[in-house]
């Protein structure tokens, strides 16, 4: 069992920026999981963010909506077992729950129901 623990949502204005932070912990959790970030806006389907997936190895490929790509990135800390997403120029429709996600499958993709671990969620609110 792996478990994620999200941290760093909060209220902020449109052009600020926020950090949010996700921890693993659990027996089976390794380098070899992939660990992404969703979102769930209000009457939204959850729809993926960015995404630091395992390649092999010590590699891993980094990925990002086009909706976020050059306001938010990507980190994963592989010692600290921690994935955090630095998150910039917010938009109101930013607004959202955002989600922790990993996985253990060396393919998985970038569509939440690939991914079999989820945190408990972060609510990030963006004002006008």
């Known amino acids: 069992q792996v478990q994620l623990v999200e941290s760093g949502g909060g209220l902020v204005q449109a052009g600020g920026s926020l950090r949010l932070s996700c921890t693993a912990s659990?027996?089976?959790?390794?380098?070899?999981?992939?660990m992404a970030w969703f979102r769930q806006a209000p009457g939204k389907e959850r729809e993926f963010v960015a995404a630091v997936r395992w390649s092999g190895g010590r590699t891993y490929r980094a990925d990002s909506a086009d909706s976020v790509k050059g306001r938010f990135t990507i980190y994963r800390d592989s010692v600290a077992n921690t994935v955090s997403l630095q998150m910039n120029s917010l938009k109101p429709e930013d607004t959202a729950i955002y989600y922790c996600?990993?996985?253990?499958?060396?393919?998985?993709?970038?569509?939440?129901?690939?991914?079999?671990?989820w945190g408990q969620g972060t609510q990030v609110t963006v004002s006008s």
């Open positions: 996600a990993a996985d253990a499958n060396i393919r998985v993709g970038i569509t939440d129901r690939e991914y079999d671990y």
């Open positions: 659990g027996r089976t959790f390794s380098l070899s999981y992939s």
